[in-house]
């Protein structure tokens, strides 16, 4: 039973319904459950309707409206960008697979820091925050060129698929080119 997932009930008053506990719970109640990583899904109570994604989205929400945003203007714009772009589905592969990443090294070094300092919770936040003190610069520097080369490769194969869709339609004349269109700048790459 308790390896099921967590139903919680959103009815049309706003309020959640959480069915395990049977209490209404908020927002924070939901980012706790995150932070806990316990699996649960958000559903409409009259539809059925899988409300998850637009929770979990309303939670970053007010924590980026909260003081610390994650997240710059620049970047939120970018990320808009990408809707409805052919690159969307990538982009959020790559969004998720990076944060993996992250969040794997994360767990390594705090798993080496409880093998070096033990289990002080206290202890191991202190000298969490003074390890980024120190290492943050060469970690931003480390992610930077991790972002500056997945840019060069992400750039090579979108060059690479250029040149293949070229290749595969050479030759077939298409209403309002003239013949040969973009053959000569394929060539000039060469």
Do not use: C
Request: avoid cysteine; glycine fraction near 8%; proline fraction near 3%.
């Amino acid at each position: 039973m308790a390896d099921q997932v967590r139903l919680i009930k959103k009815y049309p008053n706003r309020r959640l319904y959480d069915t395990r506990t049977s209490t209404y719970i908020t927002l924070a109640d939901v980012k706790e459950l995150v932070l806990h990583h316990e699996d649960f899904q958000v559903v409409d109570a009259k539809s059925g309707e899988d409300l998850t994604r637009a929770i979990l989205l309303q939670i970053i929400l007010e924590e980026e409206a909260g003081g610390a945003p994650m997240f710059t203007s620049d970047v939120l714009s970018q990320m808009i960008r990408f809707y409805g772009n052919a690159m969307q589905g990538m982009m959020g592969q790559y969004l998720g697979t990076n944060i993996k990443a992250f969040t794997e090294m994360q767990a390594k070094l705090q798993e080496q820091a409880r093998s070096l300092y033990g289990d002080n919770t206290g202890m191991s936040k202190d000298l969490w925050a003074q390890f980024l003190s120190f290492q943050g610069p060469a970690m931003q520097n480390m992610m930077a060129a991790y972002v500056e080369q997945s840019r060069k490769m992400f750039q090579q194969m979108q060059d690479s698929m250029q040149d293949q869709t070229r290749k595969m339609f050479t030759g077939i004349q298409f209403p309002g080119f003239p013949p040969g269109h973009g053959q000569d700048k394929a060539d000039e790459k060469k």
